[in-house]
């Protein structure tokens, strides 16, 4: 069995140019003598064709034409034919020109050649002969037998037949080696990207991530080429982002672990009162675990596929009004204006209240964070094009174009030197995997000074 990919190309190219050469040179071969013997058959038929019509009109019929055709047969002898050399005999009777005369009946009558037997012309020999009328009517046919013609081998006319043949012959050899070598570059240029993907898929699997390969042409093994780079890209880009995040959550783990076992430690020996105070800190750092961990099992659950739902019809101002009560306190307490502006009549949506009561609260936990004493968050609900918007915007410093991409994905921060604060980086992640696991869409509008505009769209 071949294994070679080239080698099966070069036999392919190999196969198809030897059938198409053969097949060429076949056909020419029958179309040339065709027309050769068309050629002879006009050439040595003009002169005898006035002399045969005139014998049929005088006699009626053809009996008796034989003596006539031998006459005109031996005239028509090729004239290099009818004499040997100097001083040598005259040629044998086969170098005479094989004409051949057939009647209405389709009946040969006489051939240049002694024959055997009766027989019948065919529809080549009629095809090709001259037609013999007679008052408008068709009373034979002359023509040269083909079948008789291979046997003049010593004609000017034969060689040149036998030129032509050979001329044909180099020509389809000479076509196969061009085919051939053409196969071999073209093979070549074909498997090179496919063995440069091979090798780089081979350096892929063994751990080199980002390995990219030459695209060398826009066809589809170009297009295979680039598809092949963009997915090494994502992968590092993947893999790097799944290293960063076992980090951070390892980080974010351990900062309130830290915190809860030295207070445990410390009330263990003795060496710290347990006071309210120490109790409360441990409360906090511990709900702040609680909270993160929450957070991984919600996007492990929207990851897999398993996160529960329980989507029913509500009124979007319902779900703005019920937020905005909830986080009012909070913002009073910093100084923070909430505003609400709700459209009247707006179509009901089918969600899960829960889920987005939870991604409100995550965007506007964000909003509090970075809204400036004295600053404002405006909840708006309006319609859209066949959908009704959610907004969360505030007033705060805004997010530079460069980070607008990066708000959603996990554990990002826009200052990774801030301590957490009971922020976990996941918030909005969140909140996109939960809008998005109910066929809605999240996006951010945002310029530096002018605040954080996050629009949420579900389908009417």
């Given at each position: 069995m071949i294994r070679s990919l080239t080698l099966k190309l070069i036999l392919a190219f190999l196969i198809v140019s030897l059938t198409g050469a053969v097949i060429s040179a076949v056909y020419l071969q029958q179309r040339t003598r065709s027309e050769f013997t068309r050629f002879l058959s006009d050439q040595f038929q003009s002169n005898v064709i006035d002399s045969l019509v005139q014998y049929y009109r005088t006699n009626g019929s053809w009996t008796g034409v034989e003596a006539l055709m031998r006459e005109l047969d031996g005239s028509m002898r090729h004239p290099e034919l009818n004499h040997g050399a100097e001083g040598e005999p005259p040629m044998p009777e086969m170098r005479r020109?094989?004409?051949?005369?057939?009647?209405?009946?389709?009946?040969?009558?006489?051939e240049g050649f002694q024959t055997h037997g009766m027989r019948y012309a065919t529809d080549e020999e009629i095809a090709q002969g001259a037609r013999l009328e007679v008052d408008g009517l068709i009373v034979g046919w002359l023509t040269v037998n083909p079948r008789m013609l291979t046997r003049i081998s010593g004609t000017p006319e034969m060689k040149f037949l036998q030129t032509i043949n050979q001329v044909i012959l180099i020509s389809a050899l000479a076509a196969m080696a061009i085919a051939l070598l053409l196969g071999v570059a073209l093979a070549q240029g074909l498997t090179r990207p496919i063995r440069e993907l091979t090798n780089a898929t081979q350096s892929l699997a063994q751990g080199n991530l980002g390995t990219q390969v030459t695209i060398r042409s826009n066809d589809e093994l170009g297009r295979l080429a680039k598809a092949f780079n963009q997915m090494s890209t994502d992968l590092e880009r993947a893999t790097k982002a799944r290293r960063q995040m076992t980090?951070?959550?390892?980080?974010?783990?351990?900062?309130?672990?830290?915190?809860?076992?030295?207070?445990?430690?410390?009330?263990?020996?003795?060496?710290?009162?347990?006071?309210?105070?120490?109790?409360?800190?441990?409360?906090?750092?511990?709900?702040h675990l609680n909270h993160l961990i929450e957070d991984l099992r919600t996007l492990s659950l929207v990851d897999a596929g398993e996160l529960p739902l329980y989507p029913q019809l509500v009124q979007p101002a319902d779900l703005l009004e019920r937020a905005?009560?909830?986080?009012?306190?909070?913002?009073?307490?910093?100084?923070?204006?909430?505003?609400?502006?709700?459209?009247?009549?707006?179509?009901?949506?089918?969600v899960d209240p829960e889920r987005i009561t939870q991604i409100l609260g995550n965007l506007l936990g964000n909003a509090l964070r970075y809204t400036p004493v004295d600053g404002k968050i405006i909840?708006?609900?309006?319609?859209?094009q066949k959908t009704v918007e959610l907004h969360v915007q505030d007033s705060g410093p805004g997010i530079a174009p460069e980070e607008q991409a990066n708000v959603f994905h996990r554990f990002y921060r826009s200052d990774p030197s801030r301590s957490h604060n009971g922020e976990t980086g996941l918030g909005l992640a969140i909140a996109k995997s939960l809008v998005e696991a109910q066929g809605g869409?999240?996006?951010?509008?945002?310029?530096?000074?002018?605040?954080?505009?996050?629009?949420?769209?579900?389908?009417?």
């Open positions: 020109i094989p004409l051949t005369l057939v009647d209405q009946n389709r009946l040969v009558i006489y980090a951070d959550i390892a980080h974010d783990l351990r900062s309130p672990l830290s915190v809860i076992l030295g207070y445990t430690e410390a009330l263990s020996d003795g060496k710290l009162a347990g006071e309210p105070e120490v109790y409360e800190v441990m409360y906090k750092e511990a709900g905005a009560i909830a986080y009012r306190p909070l913002c009073e307490q910093k100084s923070i204006e909430l505003q609400t502006e709700i459209q009247p009549n707006l179509p009901l949506i089918h909840l708006i609900a309006r319609p859209g869409s999240i996006r951010l509008q945002s310029e530096p000074g002018t605040g954080a505009h996050f629009i949420i769209e579900f389908p009417i």
